[in-house]
């Protein structure tokens, strides 16, 4: 019985950062915009709360609310700028949003790795990784949940995960902005014709989709890992969330479902009493579930669950 | 003395930047604006290097070029990288002339090597190498086939999103690799090297272990330019990509020629899958790829297709890669390096085609004009 | 309603040139206050870019509007709506996966967003004005009226008080177009001013209070409906009968080649878009079809062509070589071609479908010739042959055969097009609107190759919209209303109000005169 609780809060801290990815990458979709720089805008989000956290811990006494505040706001200014790139080759410049984002997630993996390497350089130490445990304390203190026996202490931003995504959620069903922001992933030219401000709305929520998704990359360094950052660390979560945005058929509370069940099905080899050679096959599944749940879609052709009609299409008024 | 009036209130509703899409650019201009691009991605990029490095800019580029010509042995491998580069590249375009966005390069590649692993481990050393090597290169191309058919197939049937089915396609190739790995090599490598493969192994051309991979991919874009511009297949891709409606009336079925097509773009990945496992590296891991399906398609984009420019810009990316490399081992900077100064450089030349298709003109210049 | 009653709107000395043509020229018009005015013109009359001028989308080159006795200035469909003004397009700009509530209320700011409120105050106004209509439905499971209902409810319920309606009955059945007309005479009687375009004078006559005349972008005169009659405003709507001085030769022997009989198209939103469509089409004879746009003459080329499927109906070939007979009903084009049918096709969209646009004139010779040849590879020294030759006799303007299409002129780029299908040697050469934004000098090269076709023993098939044209090119007019043959008639000797009637008249009993 422990063991499956045990399972379940693991499957919970796993999914956590997907969850950040997936409700970033949707409020991104739901504008037309497929963001296929957010696995890069993550490593961008989670290097850029360890360089602020680095330097706030080397600088000497740790209070606790600045051990927050500092990386958390230099993770959201990092993921702004990426995503504000992004945004300008895209939605000003009107470049093919495939061709940016892929460049994007190699840009962004690189600079992680960059600046991860060279800080770790900067401590002089022999092991590969660089441990920013002192911080990593703080996250996990505050609004703590779990104890030593149900897979250690973790703080607010599993909460933070699932507020944002139900906020998202209701933003996009209830409220004007939501209807806007849809209409134009949907139909940018109805949008504009009705007066609705397309390039702003596009910018707003590349730039907000990219700075919830930085935040998984935060939470996976600070609070998943303790604060240890190596290189190439996060994986392919990135490319995970991007997979759950479409088996959450394009719905942030659905989302939350989904980085679960798949966080769940990334750590499950270590519950199942199997062998090694099993894990990878586990691991494939969410991305075969997506397959499978992206051709029922098509197939069923119901309408709410296709993706926005203009999504990867960059807009341009004169074509109308 | 009314229109008067309201000619003054159209300019006060103008705002004060408007584009338009440009009829047309003559091809210096084109080609003088996209070397501009790359000239300034150079000078930003040798910037950032001084700044990290302290070196001075001069040094800078002759690190980079030391890093692809430096030596016999680099310039080697720097043709090598090229080719595998340019290989993928190759394999893309058929899908991308026909606006199917194929990114899922990476997984029809690692599903050809897969292919290729999986026949050397079974009938290694049980059959003459020679048939051996034909079944891993049949086996290879219907793998990588396969993946390309799959997400073709629904494509053409019911409209399902190639861009994000095709992306799924590469995890879904990767985590087998891995499980494959898991099977055949318990000892936690994660990684099957050449002991495991040791038969099927390429032959080696005047002694050079790259030249063979270099040769096929240097015919293989003769052919591909060929095929693309001169053959009947290619001229149904071009009609279909342009205009789904134009190739109904003239009486193309269009979803024949969708999963051909994937179906040969799919091939030639697993071809490339061939060549790495079989050709090169006698070994098999996730990262055989090395992220060429994804940067490919920037190759073949950037070049608008063609495969005689896709030379010149995996040439540029590779140099790029290459060079960055140099001066991250140079100065013992991390390698990751050259990641960034690819991506700068990418961005500049994907920025650059705003004012290769736009004209933008300015509310104060227009009105001047129509005084 | 009399001289007396305020003026809602009015136009003075309005004009919009667009390059070389003139859309309006000097037109004055008056809406009152509480009228319905019926606008009727040929295609091409300037009737929507007069519209579109009133509702902000295009800005007049001279010329005032007022609206209340009050000079204003409409730069943006913005300023319309502030002005009480809205404008329901034939293309609806609707979002699919919303529902009709949503869709009214995108883009305007109340003060609290409540989708519930807003779809009581939505079923309020419809109920009003005798509208049936759930809110929350979503769009995609709309008929077209429904979803024309939404767009008039979205302006209403952004508070317009002049509604102007682009062809509203285009896409409705009879029994929709009766509620629609109930509809329109509610919202009258509610004050509103309502501008109503249509080419179906039964519709003017039943709906309007009056009836605007334009023709070649003038306003020949505002007529009290009640006072007037069908062959009057026709009359006003074709003006008198233009010489234009196409030479016509009479072939003496016109075997039949294609018969077409009881040909029926329902789509997939159920609407009937071609009833029960009869006629022959004769070798050596040019067959005109004659419709106001959108009654179905697209439709029926693309299936002589193979490009959709009739829901009944049969389409008979006579092969001149061999005197037999061949069914090509539900053939694609491949199979039509393999059966030795020589049909080219000049179809309506010139870069869309009949060329492609990013090709050069070279690649577009070879569409329907590529297959040719053992080989995997194309042979382009053909199609390079017949491109040279076709801008040589045709006269194209371009820097070279190896130009793309898409940057020639509209002239040229239809040279282009009608010499390819020419080059084929049809036995039967179908073409839709060929002449269509073409320059006088273009137009006549258009009608010289028909008539050489014709000569040739050729069954050409011209739909048209200038009557003047179709009198003078054509051996017979087939007139087509609502996808229906309204009449059959002789090009040499029938009338220009005769077949105005005829494309206006929705159902009425057939005229036949042979």
């Not at chain 3, 009879?174 to 179906?200: A, C, N, Y």
Request: with cysteine; proline share 3%; glycine share 10%.
């Amino acid at each position: 019985m422990e063991k499956v609780l045990l399972f379940l809060i693991r499957a919970v801290l796993q999914g956590t950062p997907l969850l950040y990815g997936a409700t970033g990458e949707i409020l991104t979709e739901k504008a037309g915009n497929l963001n296929l720089g957010i696995p890069g805008i993550m490593y961008v989000g989670a290097i850029s709360g360890v360089i602020g956290g680095f330097f706030y811990q080397t600088s000497g006494s740790v209070n606790p609310f600045l051990a927050i505040l500092i990386p958390l706001l230099s993770c959201l200014l990092g993921s702004l700028l990426t995503s504000l790139l992004y945004s300008f080759l895209t939605v000003t410049l009107r470049a093919n949003q495939n061709v940016t984002g892929l460049a994007l997630t190699t840009f962004g993996v690189g600079f992680g790795n960059f600046f991860g390497g060279s800080l770790i350089k900067l401590t002089n130490s022999s092991t590969p990784y660089l441990a920013l445990t002192k911080i990593s304390k703080a996250y996990q203190n505050f609004l703590p949940f779990g104890n030593q026996q149900l897979g250690g202490q973790h703080g607010f931003l599993i909460y933070l995960a699932v507020v944002l995504a139900l906020i998202v959620s209701f933003v996009m069903k209830r409220t004007r902005v939501g209807l806007q922001l849809r209409s134009i992933g949907e139909s940018p030219a109805t949008a504009d014709a009705a007066g609705i401000n397309v390039t702003r709305y596009k910018y707003l929520s590349t730039c907000l989709g990219g700075m919830i998704a930085g935040l998984g990359g935060l939470y996976y360094i600070m609070d998943y890992s303790n604060g240890v950052w190596q290189n190439d660390g996060f994986g392919d979560r990135g490319w995970l969330a991007i997979a759950i945005v479409i088996f959450a058929v394009w719905r942030p509370h659905f989302a939350i479902v989904g980085s679960y069940l798949f966080g769940g099905l990334y750590i499950m080899y270590n519950y199942l009493n199997a062998s090694m050679q099993v894990q990878p096959l586990l691991q494939m599944l969410p991305y075969v579930v997506t397959i499978i749940v992206l051709i029922f879609v098509s197939v069923r052709k119901k309408r709410e669950n296709l993706p926005p009609a203009a999504l990867g299409l960059s807009y341009f008024r004169e074509d109308r | 003395m009314s229109s008067e009036i309201t000619g003054k209130k159209i300019k006060e509703h103008e705002p004060l930047i408007t584009i338009s899409r440009r009829k047309s650019m003559a091809f210096w201009v084109r080609l003088a604006i996209r070397a501009g691009s790359v000239l300034v991605a150079l000078i930003v990029c040798g910037l950032i290097t001084r700044f990290v490095t302290g070196d001075d800019p001069i040094s800078v580029y002759s690190t980079m070029l030391e890093g692809n010509f430096g030596d016999l042995d680099k310039m080697w491998y720097m043709f090598y990288n090229l080719a595998m580069l340019l290989g993928v590249a190759l394999a893309l375009t058929p899908a991308f002339r026909m606006k199917f966005w194929n990114i899922g390069g990476e997984g029809q590649v690692l599903i050809g090597g897969l292919a290729t692993a999986v026949c050397m481990i079974a009938l290694g050393g049980r059959i003459p190498d020679w048939s051996l090597i034909l079944v891993m290169l049949i086996s290879s191309v219907t793998a990588g086939a396969v993946w390309g058919i799959i997400p073709a197939a629904f494509k053409a049937k019911w409209r399902t999103n190639e861009t994000l089915f095709t992306l799924m396609m590469n995890y879904v190739a990767m985590y087998l690799i891995k499980y494959f790995i898991e099977r055949v090599d318990q000892s936690g490598s994660h990684t099957v090297g050449p002991k495991l493969l040791s038969h099927g192994w390429l032959p080696t051309v005047l002694g050079e272990q790259y030249l063979l991979n270099i040769i096929v991919i240097a015919a293989l874009t003769v052919i591909m330019y060929a095929y693309l511009n001169y053959s009947k297949h290619g001229y149904e891709i071009s009609v279909v990509g342009e205009s789904e409606n134009t190739a109904r009336y003239v009486g193309i079925n269009v979803k024949k020629v969708i999963i051909r097509t994937m179906a040969l773009s799919g091939a030639l990945c697993g071809l490339i899958g061939f060549l790495l496992v079989g050709g090169f590296s006698h070994s098999i891991d996730p990262n055989i790829a090395d992220g060429r399906g994804f940067t490919a398609i920037l190759v073949s984009w950037l070049a608008k297709f063609n495969p005689f420019t896709m030379v010149v810009t995996s040439f540029l990316i590779v140099f790029m890669d290459l060079g960055a490399e140099e001066i991250a081992t140079k100065f013992g900077i991390n390698p990751s390096f050259s990641d960034i100064m690819t991506g700068i450089i990418i961005f500049f030349i994907i920025g650059c085609e705003f004012f290769i298709n736009y004209q933008i003109h300015f509310r104060k210049k227009a009105a001047k004009e129509a005084e | 309603m009399s001289e007396t009653t305020p003026l809602a709107l009015e136009l003075k000395h309005v004009t919009k040139v667009f390059g070389n043509i003139v859309a309006n020229d000097d037109v004055e018009m008056e809406l009152r206050r509480g009228e319905v005015l019926a606008i009727l013109g040929e295609n091409g009359s300037g009737k929507t870019t007069l519209m579109n001028m009133i509702s902000g989308i295009y800005h007049p080159d001279s010329g005032e509007i007022y609206i209340d006795g009050k000079h204003v200035t409409i730069a943006s469909p913005k300023d319309a709506f502030s002005y009480g003004i809205g404008m329901v397009h034939q293309h609806f700009k609707l979002v699919d996966v919303f529902s009709a509530t949503e869709n009214i209320i995108l883009g305007i700011h109340e003060d609290k967003f409540n989708l519930n409120k807003s779809a009581e105050k939505i079923a309020e106004i419809a109920a009003r004005y005798g509208f049936e209509m759930d809110p929350n439905k979503k769009i995609y499971e709309m008929s077209v009226s429904e979803k024309q209902t939404v767009e008039i409810l979205k302006v209403l319920y952004r508070g317009a008080d002049i509604l102007i309606l682009d062809e509203p009955t285009a896409v409705l059945t009879p029994q929709e177009t009766e509620k629609l007309f109930r509809v329109i005479r509610r919202m009258r009687d509610d004050g509103k001013s309502i501008m109503i375009i249509t080419h179906k004078l039964h519709e003017v006559m039943a709906i309007s209070d009056r009836v605007a005349v334009l023709r070649k972008g003038r306003h020949i005169a505002t007529v009290d409906t009640a006072s007037t009659t069908q062959n009057e405003l026709t009359e006003m709507m074709v003006g008198e009968r233009v010489s234009l001085n196409i030479d016509r030769a009479k072939i003496e022997e016109t075997p039949d080649r294609l018969n077409v009989s009881g040909l029926s198209l329902v789509n997939f939103e159920g609407i009937r878009i071609l009833d029960d469509i009869s006629f022959t089409a004769k070798s050596g004879e040019i067959l005109g079809i004659a419709g106001v746009a959108g009654s179905g003459q697209r439709e029926l080329l693309e299936i002589i062509a193979g490009l959709q499927t009739p829901t009944s109906g049969s389409i008979e070939y006579h092969d001149p070589s061999n005197n037999k007979t061949v069914d090509l009903r539900s053939k694609t084009p491949l199979q039509i071609r393999d059966l030795g049918v020589r049909l080219s096709f000049v179809p309506e969209d010139r870069l869309g479908m009949g060329l492609v646009g990013n090709m050069d004139i070279i690649d577009n010779m070879m569409l329907r010739s590529y297959r040719k040849g053992k080989t995997v590879f194309v042979d382009r020294q053909p199609p390079k042959a017949l491109a040279e030759k076709i801008i040589d006799s045709l006269k194209v303007v371009t820097p070279s055969a190896k130009t793309a299409v898409r940057k020639l002129s509209g002239g040229n780029v239809q040279k282009v097009l009608v010499g390819r299908e020419i080059a084929a040697a049809p036995t039967v050469l179908m073409a839709a609107y060929p002449v269509r934004g073409l320059d006088i000098n273009s137009s006549y090269m258009i009608y010289k190759l028909l008539n050489e076709q014709k000569e040739n023993g050729v069954a050409v098939i011209f739909v048209g919209e200038d009557l003047d044209v179709l009198l003078e090119l054509c051996d017979r007019i087939l007139v087509i209303c609502g996808g229906r043959v309204t009449g059959i008639v002789d090009g040499r000797t029938a009338k220009k109000e005769e077949i105005g009637l005829m494309m206006t008249k929705a159902k009425g009993g057939e005229t036949h005169v042979e």
